[in-house]
């Protein structure tokens, strides 16, 4: 009999700031943890019900979810921490202080739409992923960024970050390969195609060995 795989398993950290729109934060949330149900990824977080809105703002925010991230160590591949505003980048310090994971830790912020940039609806959280990452850096917390500043958690870009950049990682012991849905396939083949243009349009003209007629 073939040894059971466990799933790929990442603590993931939402970030809150009081004045933003919580509205937003709820959203995100339950954005998040679609996509990484949806790509066979079993996520650790705080309850919705045990902070605001399930998101980190406080220190004591950051204490539950230091304390919950410790209590699960030996289940936790990696650390995603998702900004649907602009965060607090204290509680997310604090949280991967405490936590002491020593796991891989990926920032996402997602992008504000053009069209809804009122204070309902702004997020800001282009600004506040800089402000993390300054607090991370200070404290010596290694992470590493998608390869959009803001990115959409459901867009193709967002899933193959998390395989690329090695936060599903095909050397951690138990790994399984997320299997894509068929609108995320045709969104990482449309996504393919478009670099490949992208190369060529960038080419130099010119430089081809096709003879003259």
């Excluded at 950051?62 to 980048?89: M, W, Y």
């Excluded at 959280?125 to 990115?151: E, P």
């Excluded at 870009?157 to 090695?166: N, Q, S, V, Y």
Aim: glycine share 6%; proline share 5%.
């Amino acid at each position: 009999m073939a040894a059971e795989t466990k799933p790929v398993t990442l603590g993931v950290i939402v970030g809150n700031r009081g004045f933003f729109p919580k509205h937003l934060c709820v959203s995100g949330r339950e954005t998040i943890i679609k996509v990484l149900a949806q790509e066979g990824i079993r996520a650790i977080l705080v309850d919705a019900d045990e902070t605001p809105y399930g998101s980190l703002e406080s220190i004591a925010d950051s204490q539950k979810c230091a304390d919950l991230f410790r209590r699960h160590r030996d289940e936790i591949d990696g650390v995603l921490v998702t900004l649907p505003n602009f965060g607090d980048e204290r509680a997310i310090a604090n949280t991967l202080r405490w936590a002491e994971l020593n796991v891989p830790v990926l920032v996402q912020a997602f992008p504000d739409d053009p069209n809804l940039m009122a204070v309902s609806d702004r997020r800001d959280s282009f600004c506040g992923k800089m402000s993390c990452c300054n607090n991370l850096r200070q404290y010596g917390i290694k992470y590493s960024l998608t390869t959009r500043h803001t990115m959409d958690p459901e867009s193709a870009d967002f899933i193959r970050d998390l395989i690329d950049k090695g936060y599903i990682n095909e050397n951690w012991e138990g790994f399984v390969n997320p299997n894509p849905s068929a609108k995320l396939e045709i969104a990482l083949r449309r996504q393919a195609l478009d670099d490949i243009f992208d190369q060529l349009k960038k080419s130099k003209k010119g430089q081809h060995s096709t003879p003259r007629s």
